[in-house]
């Protein structure tokens, strides 16, 4: 199996698209920009962030200072070459962010994504420790991630189709670390891309911040933000069964 990292490699440009799919817009990039919430003059890190999506929004929030943090090179590059804000950005591994050397600095911390890429629970609780350790006591960290209840019946394929996005499980009930294939962006003319995931229960990912030190758990609501009404009902149900849970832990 390829690794997490290689699966980023040459796929940079084909991820970024991804960003410009409707749901994004309706139904992801709205809740995540609730949880986020007023940033001004807060120091931010987006973390895993690809191509500098959510850096670019927390910037547009009112973030004093963004630093974009991801282990891809590739994805590093082309965040770079999309910035016009004066983002800073670091090739680091957000499994070992302690290395950034910046402990205590950020008010708020947001990571896309970045969850499920973590294979095992054990990783997660390192992961939680590790992350408080650059957040300043009081601030917050932000996760969006897939829903525990659009995986755990075993049954995800073709679940997302017409979203543009397909799940893979091993036709079994997950458990906590499982990994999952997600295939973006397939067409009758390409295949897509396929990225290998791994299923977390909230609670256990909840458990996990908690015994890291976090506490003020939430999951927020989702928010849809369609311009017509057909745009509404199009994404009722999604909304209602939604893909993504946002998380939100204080560092008390
Ligand atoms: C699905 S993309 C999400 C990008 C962005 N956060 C977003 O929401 O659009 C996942 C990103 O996580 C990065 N990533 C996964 N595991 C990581 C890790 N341990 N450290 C740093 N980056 C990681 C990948 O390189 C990739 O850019």
Redesign the pocket.
């Known amino acids: 199996m390829e690794s997490?990292?290689d699966q980023?490699t040459d796929k940079a440009e084909h991820?970024s698209k991804l960003?410009e799919r409707d749901w994004v817009r309706v139904v992801e990039r709205p809740t995540v920009l609730r949880a986020l919430g007023d940033l001004r003059n807060l120091t931010c890190m987006?973390?895993?962030?690809?191509?500098g999506?959510?850096a670019r929004q927390m910037k547009l929030l009112g973030a004093a200072e963004v630093i974009g943090?991801?282990?891809?090179p590739q994805?590093i590059e082309l965040a770079r070459s999309l910035d016009d804000l004066s983002i800073t950005y670091l090739t680091?591994?957000?499994?070992r962010l302690e290395e950034l050397g910046m402990p205590e600095y950020f008010d708020v911390v947001f990571?896309?994504?970045?969850i499920p890429?973590?294979p095992s629970v054990e990783r997660v609780s390192r992961f939680a420790q590790n992350l408080r350790s650059v957040v300043k006591p009081g601030g917050r960290t932000v996760q969006?991630f897939g829903n525990e209840n659009r995986f755990s019946s075993g049954n995800v394929v073709d679940l997302m189709d017409a979203m543009g996005q397909r799940f893979e499980a091993n036709g079994h009930v997950p458990r906590d670390g499982d990994p999952y294939k997600v295939i973006i962006g397939a067409t009758g003319d390409s295949p897509g891309v396929e990225?290998i995931n791994h299923y977390y229960t909230h609670p256990t990912i909840k458990k996990c911040f908690m015994e890291a030190g976090f506490g003020e758990c939430k999951f927020h609501s989702i928010v849809l933000q369609a311009k017509t009404t057909a745009e509404r009902e199009k994404y009722r149900e999604f909304v209602e069964d939604p893909l993504i849970t946002v998380f939100e832990a204080k560092n008390v």
């Open positions: 997490t990292l980023y991820y960003k987006d973390m895993a962030c690809g191509s999506y959510y943090v991801d282990y891809s994805m680091q591994d957000c499994e990571g896309g994504w970045m890429y973590i969006l990225l």
